[in-house]
Nanobody, 123 residues
């Protein structure tokens, strides 16, 4: 089992940047593909970005492509989401998730979830 704890959320002005971190417990972090999702008030949770166990493959939602970058450090059991050029519509609770399917990035079917961190972008 993997436990996930997100951090790095906060309030930022439009055009600014934030870096989210997700620390994973357990020795098998490198066995999982990892993803970031978000949920805005009144909306369904949506996929934001994902990365394979090795970091060799990534995927992004069209709405964040070119602005957000997902990365990971298996040595530190941590996955990151660098968010640049933030917009008001990026406001949401951001969740990281772990997927046992190591070698491809999926937009669904994740096995473990963190509690989320709030990101608020003021316009």
């Amino acid at each position: 089992q993997v436990q996930l704890v997100e951090s790095g959320g906060g309030l930022v002005q439009a055009g600014g940047s934030l870096r989210l971190s997700c620390a994973a417990s357990g020795r098998t972090f490198s066995s999982y593909a990892m993803g970031w999702f978000r949920q805005a008030p009144g909306k369904e949770r949506e996929f934001v970005a994902g990365i394979t166990w090795s970091g060799g493959s990534t995927d992004y939602a069209d709405s964040v492509k070119g602005r957000f970058t997902i990365s990971r450090s298996n040595a530190k059991n941590t996955v990151y989401l660098q968010m640049n050029s933030l917009k008001a519509e990026d406001t949401a609770v951001y969740y990281c998730a772990a997927d046992r399917t190591q070698t491809v990035v999926r937009r669904y079917g994740y096995d473990y979830w963190g509690q989320g961190t709030q990101v608020t972008v003021s316009s």
